[in-house]
């Protein structure tokens, strides 16, 4: 009698708790609009914090409850590894992305992104070129390294306006306060605001690479089981859709 008790009150026990827990995801705020839906999808509730890049990193490294951190670019990614703070088994190369000029969507503006385009004229007497921080903003690093290739780096560093993510960098133009803006591909078809001026070639910069990874600190059954779900069909197939590539 008392051991079908017992087995009856685990049984319950067993049905009353969660089959699945939380998972915090630390992403790059390019991956906005992809995660909120495929958190709208996914079975299991997920804590998206997002923000730059290198400003993710950073509070990882001081302990911010990340379980999967995902990264705009290798760089924040090395560092978190060189920390020991991510999980080297679980990494890998998620999503591939492209950079592009843009401009509000009434501009006029229109400007190729050859060597020698005249980016400074295109702004106008005072406006500024909105973009991620250049010396840690993923979005902003591969913005200025495709300026420099292109020989006009020097002409409008003066008359940026650079961002602590690549959407307060999208904002800026969708509001109106830049009359241009380097953002990806992804964050321009997410904003009905803006339009692309210009595609830069792949060439001018470095590679755009989303690594993802689980952190160490947060590792649970959980937590891989969403970044194997991200790898699916399923959250390939939201990714895709809003305009990310896959790395070969």
């Not at 953002?183 to 060439?203: H, L, M």
Request: overall charge negative; aromatic content about 6%; hydrophobic content about 50%.
């Amino acid at each position: 009698m008392i051991r079908s008790l017992l087995l009856a009150v685990t049984a319950l026990l067993c049905l009353a708790r969660p089959a699945w827990a939380d998972v915090t995801v630390f992403a790059a705020a390019s991956l906005k609009t992809a995660l909120d839906e495929i958190a709208a999808r996914y079975p299991v509730p997920l804590t998206l914090v997002y923000g730059g890049s290198s400003a993710l990193a950073r509070q990882i490294q001081q302990g911010a409850p990340a379980q999967i951190f995902v990264s705009a670019n290798t760089q924040w990614m090395d560092v978190l590894e060189g920390d020991g703070q991510i999980d080297p088994a679980t990494r890998s190369d998620l999503l591939t992305n492209r950079l592009v000029l843009i401009a509000p969507a009434d501009s006029p503006v229109a400007l190729d992104m050859i060597p020698g385009a005249d980016l400074a004229g295109a702004l106008g007497t005072e406006g500024r070129l909105a973009m991620g921080l250049t010396e840690a903003v993923p979005a902003g690093i591969y913005g200025r390294a495709a300026l420099e290739t292109l020989g006009i780096w020097d002409s409008v560093a003066a008359r940026t306006a650079q961002t602590d993510n690549v959407r307060a960098a999208l904002n800026l133009v969708a509001l109106k306060e830049a009359p241009l803006g380097i953002v990806y591909s992804t964050d321009a078809a997410a904003e009905p605001k803006v339009r692309v001026v210009a595609v830069f070639d792949e060439g001018l910069h470095p590679r755009i690479v989303y690594p993802a990874a689980v952190v160490r600190e947060g590792d649970t059954p959980e937590a891989r089981a969403l970044l194997d779900w991200f790898k699916g069909p399923e959250a390939r197939d939201i990714f895709a859709r809003q305009g990310f590539g896959f790395p070969e």
